[in-house]
């Protein structure tokens, strides 16, 4: 595999191709006709076969994509779960060796092809179900999981939200937690600073509703994509473009049936809606348990008392649409949110002091978004230092980012064990402990309120750590690892990999 950019050698250009192709690569798929029930069932077995991440163990990680193929209360319809759930998978679908994901995608933001719109007859709307048909209902057509059976209802995890600027129609493409409410309402919760949050209240301050699309079940190169942030993707940056760099052509989107925005063409299914100007819901008012559903870090959110309402007018789909669906504390949001992170911080870093930083490893402990591993070369006395600035930048590069550990060149930044052996032998924590309270990190992270520390002011704020477990430059001779011979293994075991 190579890090460079390639015109898809990986043959994958939607969800089903991306599903043939990991159906030829041993221990990568399973399915089953066995039927399952969407409430709670579906979710809990697919935390034993191949959730990781943050998930309540037992779990297992890097465990196969699993497809279900009869869902209880549904026809004709398929769920596929776990798709990115291992680096390796994520590595098959962009062509790419593991370790260099965050190169590539890197490149990518550097070198974007803008999606185009297509005239002809685009298969995500070979069905169409208008919302002003008498028996149309999102929880008879869908089958969103509720993902444990405290959740505030079915939620769409993977749906790729598309909507654009009311003012200058620039684009944007993100993931958002969006609970079915009813027949035709959606919930929709935007973490602050997310662009389409700031189309919304453009819009709402104009009166007006903000067109919108869902796409979901769609090529895994969008699915990373669309999980960039600021301020590697400013405003008016469409993700989207990063995806056609990955496959080296465009992203073909359609016009929508019933509002004036764009949705992915060849997208299994698509909801077509608009987010209304000063309609709020409350996220669990049809459960009362004051809870969402499972988040990244691991823990179940609090549903929210007022969250903004998109009004669904159509649904289409294709025949036989395969839904799409994640664990949300599982492997798989480690991959979608930390391969655009590693991008950020090798991106901010490498502009900043080229060749010192040699790799980024969002770490699967804080879900892709609150832990990096940075591997920093140390190459004359004068770069002593230069690591903590390092961290500092990813702190810039990615906003959310709680903590960052610094390893030296000869860590294996991907192997949890050879990090805390770094920490075991190379950190003294009175000394190579960097604090930095009251700033900004996710909301999400249940540590972040004021009872928990005194230098938190209000929820969401937290105390940002660096852990440089590097060696300082004058003793490196006196932490050089054993050296072991080189040897052509496979002349022992052919088959050795």
């Known amino acids: 595999m190579s890090n460079s950019k390639n015109n898809n050698a990986s043959g994958v250009c939607d969800l089903r191709s991306a599903l043939e192709l990991l159906k030829t690569l041993p221990g990568e798929y399973v399915e089953t006709d066995t039927e399952v029930d969407p409430h709670a069932e579906l979710s809990g077995v697919y935390r034993y076969v191949g959730a990781g991440g943050t998930c309540q163990r037992p779990t297992r990680k890097n465990g196969p994509v699993m497809v279900f193929n009869k869902v209880k209360g549904f026809q004709d319809i398929s769920v596929a779960i776990g798709l990115n759930g291992s680096r390796k998978r994520v590595s098959h679908f962009l062509n790419c060796a593991p370790e260099k994901l965050g190169h590539l995608l890197k490149d990518s933001v550097q070198n974007p092809i803008p999606p185009v719109l297509i005239e002809d007859h685009a298969v995500c709307q070979e069905v169409v179900h208008l919302a002003s048909d008498a028996n149309f209902d999102l929880r008879k057509l869908l089958p969103a999981p509720t993902n444990t059976e405290e959740d505030a209802g079915p939620y769409i995890t993977m749906g790729l939200c598309y909507a654009s600027d009311?003012?200058?129609?620039?684009?944007?493409?993100?993931?958002?937690?969006?609970?079915?409410?009813s027949r035709d309402e959606l919930s929709?919760?935007?973490?602050?600073?997310?662009?389409?949050?700031?189309?919304?209240?453009?819009?709402?301050?104009?009166?007006?509703?903000?067109?919108?699309?869902?796409?979901?079940?769609?090529?895994?190169?969008?699915?990373?994509?669309?999980?960039?942030?600021?301020?590697?993707?400013?405003?008016?940056?469409?993700?989207?473009?990063?995806?056609?760099?990955?496959?080296?052509?465009?992203?073909?989107?359609?016009?929508?049936?019933?509002?004036?925005e764009r949705a992915i063409a060849h997208a299994e299914i698509v909801i077509e809606g608009e987010l209304l100007p000063h309609v709020r819901l409350r996220e669990d008012q049809n459960t009362d348990t004051g809870?969402?559903?499972?988040?990244?870090?691991?823990?179940?959110?609090?549903?929210?008392?007022?969250?903004?309402?998109?009004?669904?007018?159509?649904?289409?789909?294709r025949y036989n649409p395969i839904w799409r669906t994640t664990v949300g504390?599982?492997?798989?949001?480690?991959?979608?949110?930390?391969?655009?992170?590693?991008?950020?911080?090798?991106?901010?870093?490498?502009?900043?002091?080229?060749?010192?930083?040699?790799?980024?490893?969002?770490?699967?402990?804080?879900?892709?978004?609150?832990?990096?591993?940075?591997?920093?070369?140390?190459?004359?006395?004068a770069d002593e230092g230069r690591q903590r600035q390092a961290a500092l930048l990813a702190f810039s590069a990615f906003p959310e980012l709680k903590h960052v550990i610094l390893v030296d060149e000869d860590v294996d930044i991907f192997d949890s064990d050879d990090v805390l052996w770094a920490m075991q032998t190379r950190y003294q924590g009175d000394v190579d402990t960097v604090t930095i309270p009251g700033?900004?990190?996710?909301?999400?992270?249940?540590?972040q309120v004021p009872e928990y520390s005194p230098s938190i002011l209000q929820q969401g704020m937290s105390c940002k750590t660096i852990f440089d477990c590097t060696v300082p430059f004058h003793l490196k001779s006196h932490f050089e690892r054993s050296k072991f011979k080189a040897v052509d293994v496979k002349r022992f075991l052919p088959d050795f990999e």
Not at 206 to 213: N, R, V, W
Not at 293 to 315: H, Q, S
Not at 439 to 447: A, F, N
Request: hydrophobic content about 40%; glycine content about 8%; overall charge neutral.
């Open 166 to 181: 009311p003012e200058t129609r620039e684009s944007d493409i993100t993931i958002h937690r969006l609970c079915v409410q």
């Open 188 to 260: 929709m919760w935007l973490t602050p600073g997310r662009h389409i949050d700031a189309f919304r209240m453009k819009a709402e301050a104009a009166g007006k509703p903000l067109p919108i699309s869902i796409s979901i079940g769609v090529d895994p190169a969008i699915e990373i994509a669309a999980c960039f942030e600021p301020p590697t993707t400013p405003l008016g940056y469409d993700e989207l473009s990063v995806a056609g760099a990955l496959r080296g052509h465009a992203v073909e989107m359609v016009q929508c049936k019933t509002i004036n």
């Open 291 to 317: 809870k969402a559903m499972p988040e990244f870090p691991g823990y179940t959110g609090e549903a929210k008392e007022a969250l903004p309402v998109i009004k669904v007018k159509a649904v289409t789909h």
């Open 329 to 381: 504390p599982g492997e798989e949001h480690v991959n979608m949110a930390g391969i655009p992170t590693e991008a950020s911080i090798l991106d901010m870093v490498g502009r900043a002091m080229p060749g010192k930083l040699l790799n980024v490893f969002a770490h699967s402990a804080g879900g892709g978004k609150l832990l990096a591993v940075m591997q920093f070369k140390k190459f004359s006395p």
């Open 439 to 447: 700033v900004r990190c996710h909301p999400l992270d249940p540590s």
